[in-house]
């Protein structure tokens, strides 16, 4: 554990678990407090950002980031806060340097959040965005779909729903810390309380009541544990094994292995929630991130190859 990521997780233990032991969810101070908080990488020489927020720019509401030479790899990132805050500009932390170093360009969601529009909205968002990459000519054997926490969890239910209405699947997924159980079973929610420095495990419930609103919180599409994984593309997980939602990712790498699905899930000493976001401060995070756009290229090789 480098001292950087000590310092990382001295600083939120200070300041960001108290806020998850509060008993109610108090959206507005969240939003406010990642809104004030936010850290603006610059945008990568040779690369531009183009921001998409009018009233017409839907289904491809958000950021795009483009690199002056194509690579030909496109990544649909979803961003985490428990869908009901942050935003694609919270997150370019991780999706600058994600997108750098694969070579992808790479378009940010901004999708509708909770409590004003609980699920299916989300899913939705982020269908209707893959839909129309597609229909505007990306290919998806080229393309990556990728997210952080709930954006991760978001990520996998479109791979669920794109497979099951018959969509072509992209050539991989990646997800970071991903929230795949909102109903909070999984046991790491109890034995790694304390242990992990952003979360209290009680936080994780009541956000997705928030979410899931009257939809049954175990339904495949809000919390992708419950679903089957056959037919599924690679998949790349990472998570800190200090973390309450570690058995959202060890279950759901065990439950699509048994499917045939092809799964990298990469367990990290003593790492906090999307440490990723942390690059370039902490080197755990670089390392990360490398291995992730890595896989990115990886898999859009392989499958382009396949295809041809």
């Excluded at 500009?89 to 940010?108: C, D, E, Y």
């Excluded at 979410?211 to 919180?217: M, P, V």
């Excluded at 490398?290 to 392989?302: D, H, I, K, M, P």
Aim: proline residues 9%; hydrophobic residues 45%; contains cysteine.
């Amino acid at each position: 554990m480098s001292w950087q990521s000590a310092l990382a997780c001295w600083v939120l233990r200070r300041w960001t678990r108290p806020e998850t032991a509060k008993p109610r969810i108090d959206v507005a101070r969240a939003r406010a407090m990642a809104s004030e908080r936010v850290w603006s990488p610059k945008v990568p020489a040779g690369w531009h950002l183009v921001q998409r927020y009018g009233p017409h720019d839907a289904p491809l509401c958000g950021e795009w980031l483009t690199p002056e030479q194509p690579s030909g790899i496109t990544i649909l990132y979803l961003h985490g806060g428990g869908y009901y805050f942050c935003s694609p500009a919270t997150h370019r932390g991780i999706v600058f340097p994600l997108a750098r170093r694969s070579g992808a360009r790479t378009f940010s969601l901004d999708y509708r959040l909770a409590p004003e529009h609980p699920f299916p909205a989300a899913l939705y968002d982020a269908l209707a965005a893959y839909r129309t990459l597609l229909a505007d000519g990306v290919l998806p054997e080229r393309l990556v779909i990728a997210g952080d926490s709930a954006g991760g969890g978001l990520a996998l239910a479109t791979l669920l729903a794109l497979r099951d209405a018959g969509d072509p699947l992209p050539a991989g997924a990646v997800a970071f810390s991903p929230w795949t159980d909102l109903a909070a079973t999984g046991a790491s929610i109890t034995t790694n309380e304390g242990r992990d420095p952003m979360f209290h495990g009680s936080a994780f419930a009541p956000a997705g009541k928030l979410y899931a609103g009257e939809t049954d919180i175990r339904h495949p599409y809000v919390s992708p544990l419950y679903g089957r994984f056959e037919g599924l593309p690679p998949l790349l997980i990472q998570i800190g094994d200090t973390e309450v939602l570690l058995d959202d990712s060890t279950r759901v790498a065990e439950k699509a292995r048994v499917a045939g699905v092809r799964v990298e899930l990469n367990i990290l000493p003593k790492m906090p929630h999307v440490f990723q976001m942390f690059a370039p401060f902490v080197p755990e995070a670089n390392r990360a991130l490398e291995q992730a756009a890595r896989f990115v290229r990886r898999v859009t090789a392989l499958q382009a190859a396949e295809t041809s």
